[in-house]
């Protein structure tokens, strides 16, 4: 009889040690399947950004203009060069598409009175450089540091002339998110030299004369915008 109860004791003891294994196995498991779970929350890598831009266009002729609207929009992706869940991590940033619409506007004497000139100037181009990711599964947010080349067209308009040429642009600034939305700084600088595209065709009845070119431009500013991560 306390052979049979012994072997009782020992049985219970042995189911009740692997229970207690078994539930921490599982519960280890889960730990890390949560973390792993929310660092992919903090780790989507494609984005979509809108938002405003204020920049500069310095004209080599020495007149510089400052924008009156500016818009933007653009969508890209990151490559990281680890797929493992970690606070800091780096790799390739890719915007595939970034649009820009610019509005400037000049006031200058003409007689009596006060002209206004526009410009309306729109860039179309794509960015790759590199950037800097920092994530906390933790507190849900991650931010990331970049810098990016961004080849393109700059297109501008003025006064039904139109001028465009290929486009030199660096692009450098930071987001921050929570989630899958946040926000984004960046300061934009560059160069363009613009040609003839087309121009108004009644020249012989407006006495104007055909323009030759559009003045060389260097731009710079700020653009901040509204981030969706996915």
């Not at 730990?31 to 080599?60: A, H």
């Not at 003839?196 to 020249?203: A, E, F, G, Y």
């Not at 407006?206 to 509204?226: C, E, K, M, N, T």
């Amino acid at each position: 009889m306390k052979r049979f109860l012994l072997v009782l004791v020992l049985l219970y003891s042995v189911s009740a040690m692997y229970a207690q294994v078994t539930k921490r196995v599982f519960t280890v498991k889960e730990s890390v399947g949560s973390r792993n779970q929310l660092y992919e929350n903090v780790s989507r890598k494609s984005y979509l950004n809108v938002g405003y831009q204020r920049l500069t266009m310095k004209q080599s002729g020495g007149m510089e203009l400052k924008s009156n609207l500016g818009l933007l929009s653009s969508v890209g992706k990151i490559y990281l060069l680890s797929n493992e869940p970690k606070i800091f991590d780096c790799g390739i940033d890719v915007v595939w598409a970034d649009l820009n619409y610019i509005n400037y506007q000049l006031e200058f004497r003409e007689s009596k009175y006060v002209a206004q000139k526009t410009y309306h100037q729109v860039d179309i181009g794509m960015q790759g450089g590199v950037i800097f990711v920092f994530r906390s599964a933790s507190l849900g947010f991650n931010a990331r540091v970049f810098v990016r080349y961004m080849p393109g067209f700059s297109a501008m308009c003025v006064d039904e002339d139109w001028y465009g040429n290929y486009a030199n642009f660096v692009v450098a600034g930071s987001s921050l998110s929570f989630g899958s939305f946040g926000i984004g700084v960046d300061y934009k600088w560059g160069i363009c030299d613009y040609a003839v595209l087309n121009w108004n065709v009644d020249n012989e009845e407006d006495g104007r004369d055909v323009p030759a070119s559009f003045p060389s431009s260097r731009y710079s500013g700020i653009r901040a915008y509204l981030v969706y991560h996915f």
